[in-house]
């Protein structure tokens, strides 16, 4: 059917049976598409310059007029009579469109690798965080546009704040790692970051374990916190008995009131890092075999590994497994099923009652290692219990105290 196609002629015509289409007098190509649904759709259809029969979409009746839609198809039919492709342009300008989506920073974090991240890596989020957090001043910045000097000035003034160097080199590295995908996605031809050195910081680093004395207040800090939380529960339970209320569950048979002392001893006795601890599952334990396996999946390393486990540690998830209705999946579980993602407000609470200071979560790994190198324990073992790929880690976090080397050139003077 030929008509010329205007406003009037689209809103009289009427759906039928099957789709038809309404093809313009004057403009060779424009039509006009009718779906059994009532939905009218412009098009301008052409041949490519391969032979090849083409249309191209412009738009809905309805969204647009027809007079707008025949504006569109003129330019359509101009192109094609000098010779272009003109889905070829259309296909290139929303290449373009979506290119300038990712140019920048903020683009390609938001569009691109904000999803990768986040499904490839746990700690996803808190590196988009980093991410513009930090270099909140780069975000509008196209990729390519970001430099060395850019970076180089930034960090100078970060090191000027007081920030600690391995906290910048950290942080400089998430922004390089993100660059680096954008040219393994060909977003950008190479990273601009790529020759950039990090802020040189002693290797060895802090290492901050337990002297005896802190060792035995903690262990007798766990024992006074669950001895409270219980005298607690009992309180409070008389009080709702009197008045008729629920009852909280009685933790008069349990072994331990909640997951905090089991993580803390499995820490001082396995050196597993938080996150291990956080997504270990019971199906990776054996307990009549001592043993516990750490799976790739949920290593730093992403090497699989296995922790022998010493009979501290039996007893605690023995104990543990006791407590928890339904042992199965995650060990320790948040309140909603998922893993924990922290256990800040009461490990703080704990250190602040045993007058515990600068001691971290995390430095219950390096106490782990301390006590075994100071046992004599050989450092290639030592690595492997902690899930390192080389010396360099295992030396950092495994060198032995400065009292123990005293005692030890002491020796000296004592077999004189």
Do not use: C
């Amino acid at each position: 059917m030929q008509t010329r196609i205007t406003n009037r002629t689209a809103e009289i015509i009427s759906a039928k049976e099957k789709p038809y289409e309404i093809r313009d007098v004057d403009i060779k190509g424009f039509l006009l598409r009718v779906q059994p649904s009532g939905i009218k759709t412009y098009y301008y259809a052409f041949r490519a310059p391969d032979g090849k029969k083409q249309r191209i979409w412009i738009g809905k009746h309805g969204s647009i007029t027809a007079t707008q839609a025949r504006d569109a198809a003129e330019i359509h039919a101009g192109k094609v009579a000098l010779g272009g492709n003109v889905q070829e342009e259309k296909k290139q300008t929303r290449l373009k469109t979506e290119q300038l989506k990712f140019s920048t920073l903020e683009g390609f974090i938001d569009h691109k690798y904000q999803a990768w991240v986040e499904a490839e890596r746990k700690s996803g989020k808190t590196t988009i965080k980093r991410l513009k957090k930090n270099f909140a001043h780069l975000l509008s910045r196209p990729l390519d546009d970001i430099n060395t000097w850019v970076v180089e000035k930034w960090r100078g003034e970060r090191l000027k704040e007081g920030i600690k160097p391995a906290t910048v080199n950290r942080d400089i590295t998430t922004l390089k790692a993100a660059l680096s995908k954008a040219v393994d996605w060909e977003v950008i031809d190479k990273n601009p970051l790529a020759k950039l050195k990090r802020v040189k910081t002693d290797n060895k680093g802090k290492v901050r374990y337990l002297k005896p004395e802190e060792e035995k207040r903690l262990r007798e800090g766990l024992d006074a916190r669950e001895a409270r939380i219980r005298q607690e529960r009992t309180s409070a339970n008389e009080w709702r008995k009197e008045r008729g209320y629920e009852l909280y569950p009685d933790l008069t048979g349990h072994t331990f009131v909640d997951h905090l002392k089991p993580l803390v001893l499995l820490a001082l006795n396995t050196g597993m890092r938080r996150s291990e601890l956080f997504y270990l599952k019971w199906e990776n334990i054996s307990l009549s075999k001592a043993m516990l396996t750490i799976e790739g999946a949920d290593a730093k390393s992403g090497k699989t590994r296995h922790i022998p486990l010493n009979k501290e540690a039996v007893a605690a998830l023995k104990g543990w497994k006791g407590d928890v209705k339904n042992p199965t999946g995650l060990v320790f579980p948040s309140r909603t099923g998922m893993p924990l993602d922290n256990v800040k407000k009461a490990w703080v609470k704990l250190l602040q009652d045993i007058k515990i200071k600068e001691f971290r979560w995390h430095d219950m790994r390096h106490h782990f290692a301390s006590r075994l190198v100071m046992a004599g324990v050989d450092l290639n073992t030592v690595r492997e219990l902690l899930g390192h790929s080389d010396y360099t880690m295992t030396l950092r976090y495994a060198h032995l105290a400065p009292e123990h080397k005293k005692d030890a050139v002491e020796r000296l003077v004592a077999n004189g």
